[in-house]
T-cell receptor, first 113, second 112 residues
Framework: SAVISQKPSRDICQRGTSLTIQCQVDSQVTMMFWYRQQPGQSLTLIAT?????????ESGFVIDKFPISRPNLTFSTLTVSNMSPEDSSIYLCSVDEVRNEQFFGPGTRLTVL | KQEVTQIPAALSVPEGENLVLNCSFTDSAIYNLQWFRQDPGKGLTSLLL?????REQTSGRLNASLDKSSGRSTLYIAASQPGDSATYLCAANTGANSKLTFGKGITLSVRP
C-alpha cells in the first residue's frame, strides 16, 4: 500500500489565520481525498483532488474556505482559511488504490484558539 | 443518500473473548465496504476491504462479512487482546468517484 505523510502533524493557530496542510504520497495516484474529523465525530469528506483539474467539493464545503492544490500525482495541499474555533479538527488525506481501497495519512490535528 | 450506522458506540470485553462489531448501511448499491481501525489521535489503518461481489474477507484474527441485500456488514475479532483496543470504523463506497461514507465508529476496550 502507498505510504502517506502529512505536515504538520499538529498545530495550534489563532482565530482569523490560515493553515496549509501538505499530503505527500510515495507513489503516483490519480485520486486524493481530504477528510475532516471533528472532535468525537466520524470522518466527513471535504473534497476530491484530481491532478490537472479543479477539486470537487462536497455539500457544505467551499473553495474559498478550503482551497486545495494538486500540482502533481504525489502531492496535494489543503488550506484552512480564516480559521475559527469550529475548524478545530483532525484533517486527513487519503488515496484510492487498486480495487478502490483507500489508505489514509496520519492526520493533522488542528486547534484554533 | 447513503447513511452508515454502527451500534453500539462503545464496547468493553474481557481479554480472550470473541466479538462481533456491526455496521449497517441504507443504500445496498455499494461498490465495496472497508473496515478501519483508529487509535486515539491517529489516522486510519485499513483492516479489510470487501468488494460488492464478495461475502467475506479474512486477515489473521479478523473476519469481515458483507450482506448487501440486508445492508449489513460485521467484523469478527477472534480471541481479543488488549492491543485490539481502538475505534473501529466501517465505510461504504458508493462507487461514485470512490466517495466513502463513514459510520461513527465503535470504541472497543479489551480488559486484561
Amino acid at each position: 500500500s502507498a505510504v502517506i505523510s502529512q505536515k504538520p502533524s499538529r498545530d495550534i493557530c489563532q482565530r482569523g489565520t490560515s493553515l496549509t496542510i501538505q499530503c505527500q504520497v510515495d507513489s503516483q495516484v490519480t485520486m486524493m481525498f481530504w477528510y475532516r474529523q471533528q472532535p468525537g465525530q466520524s470522518l466527513t469528506l471535504i473534497a476530491t483532488a484530481n491532478q490537472g483539474s479543479e477539486a470537487t467539493y462536497e455539500s457544505g464545503f467551499v473553495i474559498d474556505k478550503f482551497p486545495i492544490s494538486r500540482p502533481n500525482l504525489t502531492f496535494s495541499t489543503l488550506t484552512v482559511s480564516n480559521m475559527s474555533p469550529e475548524d478545530s479538527s483532525i484533517y486527513l488525506c487519503s488515496v484510492d488504490e487498486v480495487r478502490n481501497e483507500q489508505f489514509f495519512g496520519p492526520g493533522t490535528r488542528l486547534t484554533v484558539l | 443518500k447513503q447513511e452508515v450506522t454502527q451500534i453500539p458506540a462503545a464496547l468493553s470485553v474481557p481479554e480472550g473473548e470473541n466479538l462481533v462489531l456491526n455496521c449497517s448501511f441504507t443504500d445496498s448499491a455499494i461498490y465495496n465496504l472497508q473496515w478501519f481501525r483508529q487509535d486515539p489521535g491517529k489516522g486510519l489503518t485499513s483492516l479489510l476491504l470487501i468488494q460488492s461481489s464478495q461475502r467475506e474477507q479474512t486477515s489473521g484474527r479478523l473476519n469481515a462479512s458483507l450482506d448487501k441485500s440486508s445492508g449489513r456488514s460485521t467484523l469478527y475479532i477472534a480471541a481479543s487482546q488488549p492491543g485490539d483496543s481502538a475505534t473501529y470504523l466501517c465505510a461504504a463506497n458508493t462507487g461514485a468517484n470512490s466517495k466513502l461514507t463513514f459510520g461513527k465508529g465503535i470504541t472497543l476496550s479489551v480488559r486484561p
